[in-house]
């Protein structure tokens, strides 16, 4: 079945720093990837997205290329700050047009200034 | 538009008892998504409707679990004879039912079983 494995949290950077975080899925068909991001005391919200392969999300700083060569998903920032500090979650929507979504188990970013 | 909203934000309740947790879409959103969340994992997908009907429950939702949307609008989750493992946050999300939209995620009901 269809699944999401992102690396384990927590991670802790320093402001400014780059920031990775991997995401690899399995899946039939060609899902439509995500991520996912909820900040303390709020509830999950999309931070970006890319439907096909090679397409890149972006959104607030945040990018994510859809690699289907390599099954990834991998949201990077370039200079994190600390109002990033959040957890993160990678997401894909299987063929079919459900919108159901299968999710990683999040990472924990935490910025320290 | 007020987004989201679902009631009541925390429930504690004693084993073998039932609860209803309640739902309430962004106006315009066709389809309503049910998903569970236990400590340090992500959200495990429930059910979910298109409007009133219910398209596909997962194996995750035993007998005890039912859920509703009677008009199309706001919907129910009910846990009949709750245990202790159904203690989790309970989230609800709607979208337009568009292909990839974002779901728009309410806070969430916390239920503790004691």
């Known amino acids: 079945g269809n699944s999401v494995t992102q690396m384990e949290g927590p991670v802790t950077l320093s402001e400014e720093a780059f920031l990775t975080i991997n995401c690899t899925y399995t899946?039939?068909?060609?899902?439509?990837l995500f991520w996912y991001v909820q900040y303390p005391g709020e509830g999950l919200q999309l931070l970006l997205k890319a439907t096909k392969a090679d397409d890149k999300g972006s959104n607030k700083g945040f990018e994510a290329t859809y690699r289907k060569e390599t099954t990834s998903f991998h949201l990077e920032k370039g200079s994190v700050q600390v109002s990033d500090s959040a957890v993160y979650f990678c997401a894909l929507e299987g063929s079919g047009n459900t919108g159901k979504l299968i999710f990683g188990q999040g990472t924990t970013l935490q910025v320290k200034p | 538009d007020t987004g989201v909203s679902q009631d009541p934000r925390h429930k504690i309740t004693k084993r073998g008892q039932n609860v209803t947790f309640r739902c309430d879409p962004i106006?315009?959103?066709?389809?309503l998504y049910w998903y569970r969340q236990t400590l340090g994992q992500g959200p495990e997908f429930l059910t979910y409707f298109q409007n009133e009907a219910q398209l596909e429950k997962s194996r995750l939702l035993s007998d005890r679990f039912s859920a509703e949307r009677p008009k199309g609008s706001f919907s129910t989750l009910e846990i009949q004879r709750t245990e202790q493992g159904d203690s989790a946050m309970y989230l609800c999300?709607?979208?337009?039912?568009?292909?990839?939209?974002?779901?728009?995620f309410g806070p969430g009901t916390r239920l503790t079983v004691t």
């Open positions: 899946a039939t068909g060609y899902p439509s």
């Open positions: 999300a709607s979208s337009t039912g568009q292909g990839a939209d974002e779901q728009y």
């Open positions: 106006s315009e959103h066709n389809r």
